[in-house]
């Protein structure tokens, strides 16, 4: 499982230093890829396996732009000796990244947000409005 918040700085090159409990969790490889609200996903290999054979078992006319906003951009990346991870740049470009980088970890995935930009999204949440979901799903 994926949790916790860590703020990081990604430099001038795109290179991350991603947080070292993660990596012990994602492995020696893992796929970034675009996500949601402007922010980049991080899957193990494991869970990207999931990811695509849930996609694949869509209707094709379903499934052709979730597979293109997830596939065109997703990228394999391997750490270096430092826990550095680059971030190419149309991914970089996507999520908006400035200098400041906040990873979270999202359960099944981890979350690469913008400082600036992970700050308004989660301005947006309030006990009520999480109570409210909860329960909607029963919790």
């Not at 490889?29 to 990811?51: A, P, Q």
């Not at 996609?55 to 094709?60: D, N, T, V």
């Not at 052709?64 to 550095?84: L, M, N, T």
Request: proline share 3%; net charge negative; glycine share 6%.
């Amino acid at each position: 499982m994926l949790i916790g918040e860590y703020n990081h700085t990604i430099d001038a090159k795109g290179r991350l230093n991603f947080p070292a409990k993660m990596r012990e969790v994602l492995g020696e490889s893992f796929i970034v890829t675009r996500g949601l609200d402007h922010c980049l996903n991080v899957y193990s290999l494991i869970e990207w396996s999931k990811l695509e054979q849930n996609i694949g078992e869509l209707p094709r006319n379903k499934r052709r732009d979730i597979e293109r906003f997830f596939f065109s951009g997703a990228v394999e990346v391997v750490p270096d000796r430092q826990g550095r991870i680059v971030i190419s740049a149309n991914l970089r470009e996507y999520a908006k990244f400035d200098k400041n980088i906040v990873v979270v970890g999202a359960s099944d995935h981890a979350e690469i947000w913008d400082e600036a930009i992970w700050k308004q999204e989660f301005d947006k949440l309030s006990p009520e409005s999480v109570a409210k979901i909860m329960d909607e799903l029963d919790f």
